[in-house]
């Protein structure tokens, strides 16, 4: 049974910090392109970043880019966001996906496969 499990959000201060992570289980991680995506109330989602199966690359959309870092632990199965320099535009339910390793992060929109159910994060003062 295939499990994406985010987990890390919560309530911040704009300027803070936060950490998320994605445990996966029950496909084979390092064939897969890992992404996060994010969705505020009322608007659609978002692409956060990707990190291609290797982890030797990444994409960000434009407004994470200098302020958040993807990366992935093979060996754990995991995925991580580190998230810096929270806006208050940046609150959103916050999930992990995955898509074969074969259609880069190029690709993604065609091919997400799995998806988490997601870890709100809040900014506010």
Not at 41 to 67: F, N, P, Q, W
Not at 98 to 123: F, R
Request: net charge positive; charged share 15%; with cysteine.
């Amino acid at each position: 049974q295939v499990q994406l499990a985010e987990s890390g959000g919560g309530l911040v201060d704009p300027g803070g910090s936060l950490r998320l992570s994605c445990v996966a289980s029950g496909f084979t991680f390092n064939q897969y392109v890992m992404t996060w995506h994010r969705q505020a109330s009322g608007k659609e989602r978002e692409l956060v970043a990707c990190i291609r199966s290797g982890g030797g690359h990444t994409d960000y959309g434009e407004s994470m880019k200098g302020r958040f870092t993807i990366s992935r632990d093979n060996a754990k199965n995991t995925l991580y966001l580190q998230m810096n320099s929270l806006k208050p535009e940046d609150p959103a339910v916050y999930s992990c996906g995955a898509a074969p390793a074969l259609y880069g992060c190029s690709g993604i929109v065609y091919g997400m496969k799995y998806w988490g159910k997601g870890t709100l994060v809040t900014v506010s003062s």
